[in-house]
T-cell receptor, first 112, second 107 residues
Framework: NAGVTQTPKFQVLKTGQSMTLQCAQD?????MYWYRQDPGMGLRLIYY???????DKGEVPNGYNVSRLNKREFSLRLESAAPSQTSVYFC???????????FGNGTRLTVT | DAKTTQPTSMDCAEGRAANLPCNHS???????VYWYRQIHSQGPQYIIH???NNETNEMASLIITEDRKSSTLILPHATLRDTAVYYC????????FGAGTRLTVKP
């Protein structure tokens, strides 16, 4: 049982490049989330999808877009990467509002 | 912003109980209280959650006040491996982490 799988694990981009971070879960969860964590800081919510077909902004959505491709997959896109987006990105999923988040292992992104 | 406030850091002696407080004065009726911890830069690990009643599992106990405006996570016998950042989260679908409490368990 893989849980929440994030790809890639590491990525280096140049300023202005674009990329998509992939997240997939195999727990039949309804809700999925994207967070970023800067060094020494707590996690900040970028976007979330409460259920298939819906997405909502979190605390720090600027510079990102998301797609809930199907119930299993929730991708995060950086259209024009900036050094300020250097961070560790975590994807999470949960069954519903009364169940806990399950996290992936993270994607470490560096933008130069 | 997160709906919770926690102390920045706490220390605890190994083998003693660690009591981590959290204030969530704006919690609404259907929102659960969740606790997670993060060791180094790993993904956060779920510990426990509750709505109104106190809860206990193999890792910890959660005490929620009657007015639900605050809670306490209790690690009954802290070990060195419990050194981590502990996050208290309140929310419905919008789940925001604050800065958490850095717990250091000392020998």
């Amino acid at each position: 049982n893989a849980g929440v799988t994030q790809t890639p694990k590491f990525q280096v981009l140049k300023t202005g490049q674009s990329m998509t971070l992939q997240c997939a879960q195999d727990m039949n969860h309804n809700s999925m989330y994207w967070y970023r964590q800067d060094p020494g800081m707590g996690l900040r919510l970028i976007y979330y999808s409460a259920s298939e077909g819906t997405t909502d902004k979190g605390e720090v959505p600027n510079g990102y877009n998301v797609s809930r491709l199907n119930k299993r997959e929730f991708s995060l896109r950086l259209e024009s990467a900036a050094p300020s987006q250097t961070s560790v990105y975590f994807c999470a999923s949960r069954g519903g509002y009364n169940s806990p988040l399950h996290f992936g292992n993270g994607t470490r992104l560096t933008v130069t | 912003d997160a709906k919770t406030t926690q102390p920045t850091s706490m220390d605890c002696a190994e083998g003693r109980a660690a009591n981590l407080p959290c204030n969530h004065s704006t919690i609404s009726g259907n929102e659960y209280v969740y606790w997670y911890r993060q060791i180094h830069s790993q993904g956060p690990q779920y510990i426990i959650h509750g709505l109104k009643n106190n809860e206990t599992n193999e890792m910890a106990s959660l005490i929620i006040t009657e007015d639900r405006k605050s809670s306490t996570l209790i690690l009954p016998h802290a070990t060195l491996r419990d050194t981590a950042v502990y996050y208290c989260i309140v929310g419905y679908y919008d789940m925001r982490f604050g800065a958490g409490t850095r717990l250091t368990v000392k020998p």
